[in-house]
């Protein structure tokens, strides 16, 4: 015989399949309700009670685990970046010349800019203690090293010799840069295609740096 009344007083799973207590799953949903209207309507749309409904919880649980707003996007940016590192560090590490690593690198990076960056900076808000909790900024920053470090690894792998340092915020700002311009207006003024754009900064950058 069956003995069932260990489980016969657990709540049912909700709508999401996430059974009470289990609070890495909850705030799973939580993330994935936030990336949802972070994608359909940008920053602005990233309302707590929506993320709520969307995750199938109260308002109050929402703020259990992030006690702002900006706290949640910072974390659902953070998020996003774990799930493209993996893809784009064996990109990187198969790019047979320096241009290529910063191609595929610049075209991941645009991507999350085109949603996280384009009207609200992310990174901007790591610094605020007042406005974003100090586990969700340290993930992002965390994330982000990793993206620099595969980048930075990059250059010394095709012979670079210089500054790492110094060479990566010529990078960085370089990558930024461009997905500013082509995640908004500005592209009009200048109205040359991106891969033709990246491509020659690639190749001039790494001329530049004296990478084979």
Do not use: C
């Not at 974390?75 to 590192?85: G, H, I, K, S, W």
């Amino acid at each position: 015989m069956t003995d069932s009344s260990s489980n016969s007083s657990a709540p049912p799973p909700d709508a999401h399949g996430t059974r009470w207590g289990d609070r890495e799953q909850r705030r799973l949903d939580i993330l994935r309700a936030g990336e949802d209207l972070i994608v359909s309507g940008g920053y602005d749309a990233l309302r707590m009670r929506d993320v709520a409904a969307g995750a199938g919880i109260s308002l109050g649980t929402v703020y259990t685990y992030y006690s702002t707003k900006e706290s949640l996007f910072i974390a659902v940016f953070a998020q996003r970046l774990d799930r493209m590192l993996p893809d784009l560090e064996r990109a990187v590490a198969a790019a047979p010349t320096a241009a290529a690593a910063f191609i595929v690198t610049a075209d991941a990076y645009r991507d999350g800019y085109a949603t996280f960056g384009r009207q609200f900076d992310a990174l901007s808000l790591v610094t605020d203690a007042s406005a974003v909790q100090s586990d969700v900024a340290e993930h992002l920053r965390a994330a982000t090293a990793r993206m620099v470090t595969s980048l930075a690894g990059t250059l010394t792998r095709f012979g670079y010799r210089g500054d790492v340092a110094k060479a990566m915020t010529l990078l960085w700002s370089t990558m930024t840069g461009l997905a500013n311009h082509y995640s908004s207006e500005r592209r009009e003024f200048l109205p040359v295609e991106w891969s033709a754009a990246v491509g020659f900064t690639a190749e001039t950058l790494a001329e530049s740096l004296g990478l084979t």
